[in-house]
């Protein structure tokens, strides 16, 4: 399993997480630690690419459900783009698909979010 993430470029109190791999239990534990860090750093929320993760397992799910439980508890949003069918399929399946907030691409996820705020300069 392989994670990046980066602040978004056109939202930078989001963290764009970019996955890619088997998000089971192997995957899970390795990828753990840095996702939530991610997560509890991100200013408003996270969007999460699941373009290039071809197979989920429960604790896979179980790591997302913990994302997702960190980020709502402290008031931001999660957003996941691009899952695979199989994927999409599992989070259907387990009735995450409205929670984890489900979305085709970039764009469809952005709107999710309040419009980024304009910096304030102090003189």
Same mark, same amino acid.
């Given at each position: 399993? &392989?994670?990046?993430?980066?602040?978004?470029?056109?939202?930078?109190?989001?963290?764009?997480? *970019?996955? $890619? #791999?088997?998000?089971?239990?192997? #995957? /899970?534990? /390795?990828?753990?630690?840095?996702?939530?860090?991610?997560? /509890?750093?991100? #200013?408003?929320?996270?969007?999460?690419?699941?373009?290039?993760?071809?197979?989920?397992?429960?604790?896979?799910?179980?790591?997302?459900?913990?994302?997702?439980?960190?980020?709502?508890?402290?008031?931001?949003?999660? $957003?996941?783009?691009? $899952? !695979? +069918?199989?994927?999409? &399929?599992?989070? &259907?399946?387990?009735?995450? /698909?409205?929670?984890?907030?489900? !979305?085709?691409?970039?764009?469809?996820?952005?709107? *999710?979010?309040? +419009?980024?705020?304009?910096?304030?300069?102090?003189?």
């Amino acid at each position: 399993m &392989k994670i990046e993430f980066q602040p978004h470029p056109d939202h930078p109190e989001i963290i764009r997480i *970019t996955l $890619a #791999g088997r998000l089971d239990t192997g #995957g /899970e534990a /390795e990828i753990a630690p840095q996702m939530l860090q991610a997560v /509890e750093h991100s #200013g408003i929320g996270v969007i999460l690419d699941l373009a290039q993760v071809d197979f989920i397992s429960s604790a896979g799910l179980r790591l997302l459900v913990q994302a997702y439980k960190n980020l709502t508890a402290k008031g931001k949003k999660l $957003a996941m783009i691009r $899952a !695979q +069918p199989a994927v999409y &399929k599992i989070f &259907k399946l387990a009735a995450f /698909e409205a929670a984890f907030n489900l !979305q085709q691409d970039d764009a469809s996820a952005l709107e *999710t979010f309040p +419009p980024p705020q304009p910096s304030v300069l102090l003189s």
